[in-house]
């Protein structure tokens, strides 16, 4: 098969939905990004305020496994042949070029040294997702094997409730008895990669009402879990609090099956598909540059607002602002890294 052709039955076959997914991942992204710029987690979780702050906060906490899950759903078929490797290029790259941004500005705006930054490149800013992003796809044709080699929907469906059980459905009890243990949370990432290959191969059962009902209950029951685990205390990222959470689990999956089923009507409209397609294609640079975007939003509410009341009844400007800001940085980030690919493909073909 051509190139050219190869090509063409990559557009023909593209899921508009993935996409439709990665973006409101990186939207929920923000969002979490919203209490963790405010006072959230210095305010005790007690009155009704709180909880619907937290609310929102937990439903939230599924944008990073709604990320992983998609790269299982995309990359489960994927063997350890030449050229995988080159696959990761681009989102090196993409994040090289927003981290750059991220420290120039903290020179221009915080005078902080090149070379202090430089040091802690793989750990500042929210560096900390490409971090993990490169070693999983490092080991993803490997996971592939382990999955793929099964023979039949059961064995597979216990690979994934084996990953789950020992990274995040202990770990997330271990959290709600106070317990330390749970050293397997750590890994978590695999499960949702996993989840993401069976949601693949076998797709999502629930109707929408039922997994909409499947989010929402989780959710609720996550916040009142969390009352009795941090009554009248301030939040603390916990296992039973965290992207590793057995609840979130739930709301990603139930969120990403929903979503999935949005393909038929946005494959329909060559305006939707455009839409979708672009942006889905900013998501990556503008998590990463987000982080220039927050620090401004984020002084500029502090400055105008002096009780975390206040700052909360801006909550929809803020995300809005920010998601906007981020994608706008984003597109030139994608201008710079399209540019240096065509450099790298025209020097592989040399």
């Known amino acids: 098969m051509t190139a050219i052709a190869e090509t063409k039955k990559q557009i023909t076959h593209r899921n508009y939905s993935i996409d439709l997914i990665r973006i409101i991942a990186f939207c929920l992204v923000v969002t979490v990004h919203f209490f963790l710029h405010t006072e959230f987690y210095n305010i005790p979780?007690?009155?009704?305020?709180?909880?619907?702050?937290?609310?929102?906060?937990?439903?939230?906490?599924?944008?990073?496994?709604?990320?992983?899950?998609?790269?299982?759903?995309?990359?489960?078929?994927?063997?350890?042949?030449?050229?995988?490797?080159?696959?990761?290029?681009r989102t090196i790259i993409t994040f090289?070029?927003?981290?750059?941004?991220?420290?120039?500005?903290?020179?221009?705006?915080?005078?902080?040294?090149?070379?202090?930054?430089?040091?802690?490149?793989?750990?500042a800013h929210y560096s900390w997702y490409i971090d993990m992003y490169i070693?999983?796809?490092?080991i993803i044709p490997f996971l592939n094997l382990a999955y793929n080699g099964l023979k039949s929907q059961k064995q597979k469906f216990i690979l994934v409730l084996s990953f789950t059980a020992i990274t995040i459905i202990i770990p997330s009890l271990f959290s709600i008895f106070?317990?330390?243990?749970?050293?397997?949370?750590?890994?978590?990432?695999?499960?949702?990669?996993?989840?993401?290959?069976y949601l693949r191969e076998y797709g999502f059962k629930l109707k929408?009402?039922?997994?909409?009902?499947?989010?929402?209950?989780?959710?609720?029951?996550?916040?009142?879990?969390?009352?009795?685990?941090?009554?009248?205390?301030?939040?603390?990222?916990?296992?039973?609090?965290g992207h590793n959470s057995v609840f979130v689990y739930i709301t990603t999956v139930a969120l990403f099956g929903i979503l999935l089923k949005t393909e038929n009507n946005i494959g329909k409209s060559k305006i939707k598909k455009s839409i979708v397609t672009s942006i889905s294609r900013l998501t990556l640079g503008a998590y990463l540059i987000s982080y220039v975007v927050d620090d401004i939003v984020y002084d500029i509410l502090k400055h105008y607002t002096s009780t975390t009341r206040q700052e909360y009844m801006w909550f929809p400007v803020v995300i809005i602002t920010v998601i906007a800001g981020s994608l706008?940085?984003?597109?030139?980030?994608?201008?710079?890294?399209?540019?240096?690919?065509i450099g790298i493909n025209k020097l592989r073909k040399i």
């Open 45 to 89: 979780l007690w009155g009704v305020g709180m909880f619907i702050a937290t609310f929102v906060r937990n439903f939230a906490m599924s944008c990073v496994p709604l990320f992983v899950v998609i790269t299982g759903y995309l990359m489960q078929e994927k063997t350890l042949k030449k050229g995988y490797y080159f696959g990761i290029v």
């Open 328 to 341: 706008c940085l984003s597109y030139f980030i994608n201008l710079i890294c399209d540019v240096i690919m």
């Open 96 to 123: 090289l070029i927003a981290e750059t941004g991220c420290i120039i500005y903290d020179r221009i705006a915080y005078e902080k040294p090149f070379l202090s930054q430089i040091k802690t490149i793989g750990i």
């Open 135 to 138: 070693g999983l796809f490092l």
């Open 178 to 197: 106070k317990c330390t243990q749970g050293w397997w949370s750590s890994v978590y990432p695999l499960a949702y990669y996993y989840t993401g290959c």
């Open 208 to 241: 929408t009402w039922q997994g909409i009902s499947a989010a929402l209950a989780s959710n609720l029951l996550l916040c009142i879990v969390m009352l009795f685990v941090f009554t009248k205390h301030t939040i603390r990222i916990y296992a039973i609090s």
